[in-house]
């Protein structure tokens, strides 16, 4: 007899649920000095993360959110931007070098993420790049995007995606040498930034895994099929200066809130045993 890796069946270890209820928006802060943590740790403002990361991410890090389409990362990314400035008055800035930024904040609108206002009070700005336009963002030295990011004195970035980056160079040796171009530019910046891609191993990838190497975190959405359904769990991989939670933990969508995590439940597998 043996154990058959290829047969799971996830379960959620039981825990006790609060009724999801509209969350109340908190007028908008001008200063972000109570955010900040005595270790120089950021709340993210998304419900549960800060628990599997030892208290918030570090300031002007850079963290890498990966999974596959449909997990979830630009509502993370979004979430991550919303509740930045309207529950802690850090302005933030979005670049989409895939999606228009016009239709991401469209559907944003149904987690509650209204983004015009903060607009109108230089809390939010978005950046689009086509992709045969990405190469201009080393090439330039951030241009607009330092000029926007100075501009409302942004304090949070969000790159969506990464992808279509690294795609773009012939070799893996140009890929590589962009990618650390790049990460110099984040760092110079100094905005907590959260950046999504595709899968940790995935073919797109192939021309740029060092970008898990680069990033202080990289944080992994799951969304694997079990029969006729699908099933979401986050994983934290990394978290430099962080003792972070190795499990993984469910979480779910939830209308008026976007991403819930719960860090007091545990996703399992059951492995079904067949004959060799």
Same mark, same amino acid.
């Given at each position: 007899?043996?154990?058959?890796?290829?047969?799971?069946?996830?379960?959620?270890?039981?825990?006790?649920?609060?009724?999801?209820?509209?969350?109340?928006?908190?007028?908008?802060?001008?200063?972000?000095?109570?955010?900040?943590?005595?270790? *120089?740790?950021?709340?993210?403002?998304?419900?549960?993360?800060?628990?599997?990361?030892?208290?918030?991410?570090?300031?002007?890090?850079?963290?890498?959110?990966?999974?596959?389409?449909?997990?979830?990362?630009?509502?993370? %990314?979004?979430?991550?931007?919303?509740?930045?400035?309207?529950?802690?008055? #850090?302005?933030?800035? %979005?670049?989409?070098?895939?999606?228009?930024?016009?239709?991401?904040?469209?559907?944003?609108?149904?987690?509650?993420?209204?983004?015009?206002?903060?607009?109108?009070?230089?809390?939010?700005?978005?950046?689009?790049?086509?992709?045969?336009?990405?190469?201009?963002?080393?090439?330039? *030295?951030?241009?607009?995007?330092?000029?926007?990011?100075?501009?409302? *004195?942004?304090?949070?970035?969000?790159?969506?995606?990464?992808?279509?980056?690294?795609?773009?160079?012939?070799?893996?040796?140009?890929?590589?040498?962009?990618?650390?171009? %790049?990460?110099?530019?984040?760092?110079?910046?100094?905005?907590?930034?959260? %950046?999504?891609? #595709?899968?940790?191993?995935?073919?797109?990838?192939?021309?740029?895994?060092?970008?898990?190497?680069?990033?202080?975190?990289?944080?992994?959405?799951?969304?694997?099929?079990?029969?006729?359904?699908?099933?979401?769990?986050?994983?934290?991989?990394?978290?430099?200066?962080?003792?972070?939670?190795?499990?993984?933990?469910?979480?779910?969508?939830?209308?008026?809130?976007?991403?819930?995590?719960?860090?007091?439940?545990?996703?399992?597998?059951?492995?079904?045993?067949?004959?060799?």
């Amino acid at each position: 007899m043996a154990v058959a890796a290829g047969k799971i069946r996830p379960s959620i270890q039981p825990a006790r649920r609060q009724e999801p209820t509209a969350p109340k928006s908190p007028p908008l802060q001008q200063e972000s000095a109570g955010n900040l943590a005595s270790d *120089g740790k950021i709340a993210t403002g998304i419900n549960g993360l800060d628990e599997l990361v030892g208290g918030g991410l570090e300031q002007s890090s850079t963290t890498l959110v990966m999974g596959e389409a449909g997990c979830g990362k630009t509502t993370f %990314l979004a979430q991550f931007l919303y509740n930045g400035a309207v529950q802690y008055g #850090e302005p933030g800035v %979005l670049l989409s070098f895939e999606e228009p930024s016009e239709s991401i904040l469209k559907h944003m609108k149904a987690f509650g993420f209204d983004f015009e206002p903060l607009i109108e009070e230089n809390l939010f700005a978005a950046i689009n790049y086509r992709p045969h336009e990405v190469k201009k963002l080393v090439d330039e *030295g951030g241009g607009l995007i330092w000029d926007t990011i100075s501009s409302i *004195g942004a304090k949070r970035l969000a790159i969506d995606s990464l992808t279509s980056y690294a795609m773009l160079f012939e070799s893996l040796y140009r890929a590589r040498e962009a990618e650390l171009m %790049l990460f110099e530019l984040l760092r110079k910046w100094g905005c907590t930034t959260l %950046l999504s891609a #595709e899968g940790l191993y995935t073919d797109k990838l192939k021309m740029a895994t060092g970008m898990e190497y680069l990033s202080d975190g990289v944080i992994h959405l799951h969304h694997p099929r079990y029969q006729a359904s699908r099933y979401r769990a986050i994983e934290i991989i990394k978290m430099r200066g962080s003792r972070h939670s190795e499990k993984l933990c469910p979480f779910e969508f939830v209308e008026g809130e976007g991403l819930r995590i719960y860090p007091g439940e545990t996703v399992f597998y059951d492995l079904k045993k067949r004959d060799e």
